[in-house]
């Protein structure tokens, strides 16, 4: 038990990790691709969300050409911390976030979208810079769907398996993450052990999955009129 502990332990660790690594990077690729027009666009919509068109195997292996111990990163890191990236926790982490960052874009661009530009142009208009035009207007009335993406993203970071164990492999107590873990048992033959880590992964995506399902049907349903007095702030 304390060793399911730990494993769950382990991968909320990675999954959250994952998480605060997409948020921001999924919020800028979002705002770029909804809010600018620029050369490259397409290419840029394409790289995004190459991730959901590879199998993992294959994210996990050309991360380890770029974290690996042998990889320029890998070296970087080796010479600064005195380790390497490959086969730790953050590996696992960083394979998560590479996964998983498609889907926050996509619902970070959907709440962007369903935002008038209108209002972010008459805030803007009344002496707002870019940053507090996106804090007082833009984030308001796109938050629920925001909310919606990071629990999306989390739950695809928490389930992921292929290119975690080729970047960080599958190491007790080290990198071995719920997936993992219940890929071991299985092989093993201790299919008890395997679905009491099988129930706690179905009751995680149950809640994660049921509040993002809520908070979406609440930014569709809650979304502003254009022009109406929602996003009006003292500038």
Not at 40 to 56: I, Q, R
Not at 91 to 99: F, I, S
Not at 215 to 224: F, I, K
């Amino acid at each position: 038990m304390n060793s399911d502990i730990s494993i769950v332990a382990l991968s909320l660790q990675t999954a959250i990790v994952a998480t605060a690594v997409t948020l921001p990077l999924g919020m800028f690729f979002a705002w770029l691709l909804v809010r600018k027009e620029f050369r490259g666009k397409f290419a840029l919509d394409v790289l995004v969300s190459l991730p959901l068109a590879l199998p993992p195997v294959v994210i996990g292996y050309m991360l380890l050409w770029v974290v690996g111990n042998n990889a320029w990163l890998g070296q970087l890191s080796l010479s600064w911390f005195g380790s390497t990236i490959a086969f730790t926790w953050f590996a696992a982490a960083l394979a998560a976030a590479v996964v998983s960052l498609p889907l926050v874009v996509r619902s970070f661009a959907a709440a962007l979208a369903g935002v008038d530009p209108k209002l972010e142009t008459a805030a803007r208009g009344l002496g707002a810079g870019p940053a507090r035009t996106f804090l007082t207007v833009t984030l308001p009335l796109a938050y629920r769907g925001v909310i919606a993406g990071v629990l999306l993203g989390f739950v695809r970071a928490l389930s992921e398996f292929g290119a975690t164990i080729v970047v960080a492999g599958n190491i007790p107590g080290r990198t071995q993450t719920v997936p993992s873990a219940i890929f071991t048992r299985i092989s093993t033959g201790d299919t008890e052990a395997a679905w009491r880590l099988v129930l706690v992964s179905v009751v995680i995506g149950i809640a994660a999955l049921a509040v993002h399902n809520w908070l979406l049907r609440r930014s569709t349903a809650g979304q502003p009129r254009s022009g109406s007095s929602v996003g009006r702030s003292n500038w």
